[in-house]
């Protein structure tokens, strides 16, 4: 019995570390490299013009109920936003990463529409081309238009 238990030990042992130790399933990212839960209270919506400018802007006013808005991005560049918990996959290269005035930001692209996540999670735009506006999300009050 005890050679049993201990072929079954070393070859489990043996198994363990062919595999190594990651048995996540899908991209071996080595877990993520942001992970940030967001709030927004306010909100601004402006019209938005062909040369992404913002103009005819709405006063700032509280949004009831609030938005959250969850951003993860793993160590090899897979991105997961959601946003209210309606969730969206980005593969590497389907979004821009960037800075403005020296905060980072994050840039998901679709059909005619374009969100833009800044990191410290102060500022979230959306931006429909097609329809001409975009909405400016707020964790604190902000009166800038």
């Known amino acids: 019995m005890y050679r049993v238990f201990a072929s079954f030990a070393m070859l489990m042992t043996l198994g363990l ?19 940030r839960r967001f709030h927004y209270y ?18 700032t006013y509280t949004m009831s109920p609030s938005m959250s808005v969850d951003l993860r991005i793993t160590h090899d560049g897979y991105a997961t936003l959601c946003v209210d918990d309606e969730c969206s996959y980005y593969d590497p290269g389907e979004y821009d990463a960037g800075y403005d005035h020296g905060d980072r930001y994050y840039d998901f692209s679709g059909d005619d529409t374009r969100m833009v996540v800044y990191a410290d999670g102060t500022e979230l735009i959306y931006i429909d081309s097609y329809k001409g506006y975009a909405s400016y999300y707020y964790h604190d009050y902000y009166d800038a238009y």
């Open 17 to 35: 570390a062919a595999c190594g130790t990651d048995w996540s399933a899908g991209p071996d990212d080595g877990g993520a490299s942001f992970s």
């Open 42 to 59: 306010y909100e601004v919506d402006c019209r938005y013009d062909a040369f992404d400018q913002p103009y005819d802007c709405s006063d």
